[in-house]
T-cell receptor
Framework: DTGVSQDPRHKITKRGQNVTFRCDPISEHNRLYWYRQTLGQGPEFLTYFQNEAQLEKSRLLSDRFSAERPKGSFSTLEIQRTEQGDSAMYLC?????????????FGEGSWLTVV | KQEVTQIPAALSVPEGENLVLNCSFT??????LQWFRQDPGKGLTSLLLIQSSQREQTSGRLNASLDKSSGRSTLYIAASQPGDSATYLC???????????????FGQGTILTVHP
């Protein structure tokens, strides 16, 4: 069990460029979540998947954001035409209803800086 | 809309002191409550999870309590150590449960500093 992995850990991009983050959940977990965290704030829910199905999206997820989990394993979060307000840490998490009853495991996050 | 508030926003204590962190939530219809630890620039580590039917959970020097009806939780840390310095976040999941229990609402966190 290698935990939840996120890549890249840090990304600096110019305003208007597209960026993509990848998340590899814990292997037996069928549920995957994306959160966004800005400095001094708690994480905010963006979206979640059960297997390959995207079951809910927050209103925070504008049209410029898209998330996929094509084979029910890894997931990608793409931000198109980045804006300075997108600068944040993007956290991925996964969980399973077996074992440790609903505990959610977070990755180390992907820091995005839009300049 | 669920709102979670944590008090205090920051806390500085000498090593060895016992301390309490507070968390309150506006909607008592929760599935569970979790306390997380976050080190600077890092992800979140789950410390304790309390199901809505439970009153408390303990792990080592940590004890978390839950009063669902009043919308409150506390995290008690005994005999604090410098290594406990971090941000502590509480989060609640909605009572709808099912597949949405991972849709957490977080507080802003309490920044804890334990000095030698």
């Amino acid at each position: 069990d290698t935990g939840v992995s996120q890549d890249p850990r840090h990304k600096i991009t110019k305003r208007g460029q597209n960026v993509t983050f990848r998340c590899d959940p814990i292997s037996e977990h069928n549920r995957l979540y994306w959160y966004r965290q800005t400095l001094g704030q708690g994480p905010e829910f963006l979206t979640y998947f059960q297997n390959e199905a995207q079951l809910e999206k927050s209103r925070l997820l504008s049209d410029r954001f898209s998330a996929e989990r094509p084979k029910g394993s890894f997931s990608t979060l793409e931000i198109q035409r980045t804006e300075q307000g997108d600068s944040a840490m993007y956290l991925c998490a996964s969980s399973s209803r077996t074992g440790e009853r609903n505990t959610i495991y977070f990755g180390e996050g992907s820091w995005l800086t839009v300049v | 809309k669920q709102e979670v508030t944590q008090i205090p926003a920051a806390l500085s204590v000498p090593e060895g002191e016992n301390l309490v962190l507070n968390c309150s939530f506006t909607d008592s219809a929760i599935y569970n409550l979790q306390w997380f630890r976050q080190d600077p620039g890092k992800g979140l580590t789950s410390l304790l999870l309390i199901q809505s039917s439970q009153r408390e959970q303990t792990s080592g020097r940590l004890n978390a309590s839950l009063d669902k009806s009043s919308g409150r939780s506390t995290l008690y840390i005994a005999a604090s150590q410098p290594g406990d310095s971090a941000t502590y976040l509480c989060a609640v999941s909605p009572e709808t449960g099912g597949t949405s229990y991972g849709k957490l609402t977080f507080g802003q966190g309490t920044i804890l500093t334990v000095h030698p």
